[in-house]
């Protein structure tokens, strides 16, 4: 995130302090208008919600009153964004609901999210800045503000009108020959025009300075109260975790149908309909030996169909040679067993090693996929590229696969299919996929799988 941070603010020169004070300036002066009547509506709002919650009414109040505040919230942090250049980061507000997301219907859900907003600490914390914390600290800046810019530039301005109109220092003489009865008018006049000028000088020189320091108390609350916690993470991580867990059961047990279904229609039915034809060749052979042999050479070409669906159901299991040599020798192998052409361009080295998770779901992955093609592509040639990158936003390492085929095209994610299926075995194995399929082709798969250590 290319944000300035406080270190980096702390750091700006005079000058730049200097170049910021209009936007410091906007920021603070125009903060009264701005809060004062948010803070009085929900000094209204928080209370009178907490009072009517014991009549039922208040509950859907204090809801709305919390997405209110949410609002003002969020608009507060563009404030600060335009007034110091610091971006702070918001929470994560969408959150699914605990338990299964199909029970109870829409209005179920629609419940669940309401009072979500109620367990839901960020929304009470925006409440309480907006109707008590923002509204002091808008005041004492505001103030703070006004008068060191005031006496900043009516200081030096004194000058002139002293000059300019002598009986501007009436006043002071008055005081300072009280105090002082030996002075001369002269020096008396001296001394107030260069008193009104040195302290107009000292706030005016020390104003940019002084702007950063209220501006840097509402970022510094602002994050306190309107940033993520750091909390925030950690439950995060364990929602994408359940997340991937739930994605990972899903698609094993879809694989575990598929594969059931795949063995009943295929080399289960081929060895019953062989065990039949060897019982028939039994029968046969003392009446009829060349009707036997017959039925034994069909029975061979039986056996052999039954053995290339095994191999080809087996490419769900990990094969020998990727747990001894591999996952780039085992994509090879993979790739020669292929009925289409398939070519292989790898970044990985041929004894390279990655971890045993990640290996056996990068092939699964690319044999699934070539499964696929294989089907329904009618493709004439396939690709596969593999690659180790860094993710594009979390910065993980993470193993890239691109598998391109020439065919026609119009894939698509469909419940209970393979794209389906391996979507979901992906989401478990906390990887993306990227599905590009226009009819008439190509179809270009892409997926990246985090390295786990």
Not at 221 to 230: P, Q, R, T
Not at 341 to 355: C, E, N
Not at 379 to 400: C, H, K, M, P, Q
């Amino acid at each position: 995130m290319n944000t300035p941070s406080p270190r980096v603010e702390s750091r700006l020169s005079y000058a730049q302090l200097w170049a910021r004070v209009p936007r410091y300036l906007l920021f603070l002066l125009s903060g009264l208008v701005v809060v004062l009547p948010t803070s009085i509506f929900f000094m209204t709002l928080v209370p009178l919600s907490l009072g009517l919650a014991i009549l039922y009414v208040g509950v859907p109040l204090g809801i709305a009153t919390l997405y209110a505040a949410r609002w003002v919230g969020e608009f507060e942090l563009g404030r600060i964004r335009l007034g110091s250049g610091i971006k702070i980061e918001r929470p994560r507000w969408s959150q699914k609901a605990a338990g299964n997301s199909e029970d109870g219907g829409g209005a179920n859900q629609f419940f669940r999210a309401a009072f979500g907003v109620l367990r839901n600490s960020h929304y009470w914390m925006y409440a309480l800045h907006a109707a008590i914390v923002n509204i002091f600290l808008t005041i004492f800046t505001w103030t703070v503000a006004l008068s060191w810019t005031t006496i900043g530039v009516a200081g030096p301005l004194s000058l002139v009108s002293n000059l300019i109109l002598p009986e501007n220092l009436s006043g002071n003489r008055m005081l300072l020959a009280f105090l002082f009865p030996e002075l001369e008018p002269a020096a008396i006049d001296l001394i107030t025009i260069t008193a009104s000028l040195l302290i107009g000088l000292v706030f005016l020189l020390t104003l940019p300075v002084v702007l950063r320091g209220l501006m840097s108390l509402h970022v510094n609350v602002a994050k306190l109260m309107l940033s993520k916690f750091d909390t925030d993470a950690l439950a995060e991580e364990v929602e994408v975790l359940a997340a991937s867990r739930s994605a990972a059961v899903s698609a094993e047990n879809s694989g575990l149908r598929r594969l059931e279904r795949d063995i009943h229609d295929g080399p289960q039915q081929r060895l019953i309909r062989l065990q039949m034809d060897l019982d028939a060749t039994e029968r046969m052979l003392d009446k009829d030996p060349e009707a036997a042999r017959a039925r034994i050479a069909e029975a061979r070409s039986q056996a052999g169909d039954a053995l290339d669906e095994l191999r080809a159901l087996s490419r769900g299991f990990a094969p020998p040679i990727l747990q001894d040599r591999g996952l780039a020798l085992a994509l090879e192998s993979l790739a020669e067993r292929n009925t289409i052409p398939t070519r292989i361009v790898s970044d990985l080295a041929p004894g390279q090693r990655l971890s045993a998770e990640t290996e056996m779901g990068a092939y699964f992955v690319v044999a699934e996929l070539l499964t696929n093609t294989a089907k329904h592509s009618a493709a004439a040639s396939v690709s596969i590229e593999i690659s180790l990158a860094e993710g594009a936003t979390d910065g993980e390492r993470r193993l890239a696969i691109t598998i391109t085929d020439d065919g026609k095209g119009g894939a698509t994610f469909v419940n209970g299919h393979g794209l389906s299926g391996l979507g979901e075995r992906i989401h478990g194995l906390r990887g993306t996929m990227q599905l590009s399929s226009p009819i008439g082709g190509p179809t270009r798969v892409v997926v990246s799988l985090p390295l786990i250590e």
